[in-house]
């Protein structure tokens, strides 16, 4: 009896305290991003792009950046949903019951969200290589979109498995055919879900650094084209934290600032969005 206790509140204890390092780790990152980016915060900073260069000037804003960031993020989130919904549609209704094929695509789901963003964008490198291509948007929005692609697609099918069979039954039953069900019962009990695998997606896309390094590159100015080279947040980061100028090492801070504001504005209005909806769920 003793030992079952000690055992029980030694692993409270555990778990109390790894919630603390957490927390506390996230306190300290905020609060440093805060400190160090909010006095170099202005209008400046979010209405202009940077004069004199990116690493060497002194004046001017973020704006190429996040514009860059959204336009990227955006794009690459759409790409990897419009590739994802299918996907998770053939495993939770075309396809058969326990079928192997299905498990092996959630298993290459699986390997692929575990390959490092690195190797995406080297891979997205070489395509652009092969076909004649520049850094541009465009192949930073493919690129990216494939990184996020099994992120949504697992996040989705997870959601999806937990919507009880009868439902799809009863559908069919009806006399509806697999598409429609799919289409108005399926994904309308997991739109909250959905939701929730746009965010980590859009969240992954504007804050990921390696993979657009290669493929998106990166520019002073306000892309006008896809086809022409984008600034994002992450690598503004990057570049400007290694400049020998102060101001340019503020702006960076800022650039952090920024990015963790649309991730906290992304997140609170994507819990409010699934609240607003989850009076269309079973349960």
Known sequence: MFW??????????????????????????????????LPAMSWDMISKSPSGGF?????????NAIVGSLYLGIGASLFALLLSIPVVVYMNVYAPTHSKFAQYIRISLDILYGIPSIVYGAFGFLIMIYLGLKVSLLAGIVTVGLLVLPIMARTMDEVIR???KELTEASLSLGATK?????????RQAFPGI???????????????ASVIFTT???????ESILQPAATLPL???FQLGSPIQEVVNRAYA????????????????????RRFNKNIIK
């Open 4 to 37: 079952r206790k000690f055992e029980e509140r030694l692993f409270n204890f555990l778990i109390r305290l790894a919630t603390i390092i957490i927390i506390g780790c996230l306190f300290v990152i905020v609060l440093t991003i805060v400190v160090k980016g």
């Open 217 to 223: 590159g990166f520019t002073d100015n306000v892309p």
């Open 179 to 187: 598409w429609e069900t799919a289409m108005k019962v399926l994904l």
């Open 162 to 164: 937990t919507i009880p």
């Open 55 to 63: 690493y060497l000037g002194k004046e001017g804003g973020v704006l």
């Open 236 to 238: 503004a980061i990057f």
């Open 195 to 209: 939701l929730t695998a746009i965010l980590l997606g859009f969240g992954r896309a504007i804050g990921d650094a």
């Open 255 to 274: 650039s952090a600032l920024i990015l963790t504001i649309m991730i906290l504005v992304i997140s609170i209005s994507s819990r409010l969005l699934s």
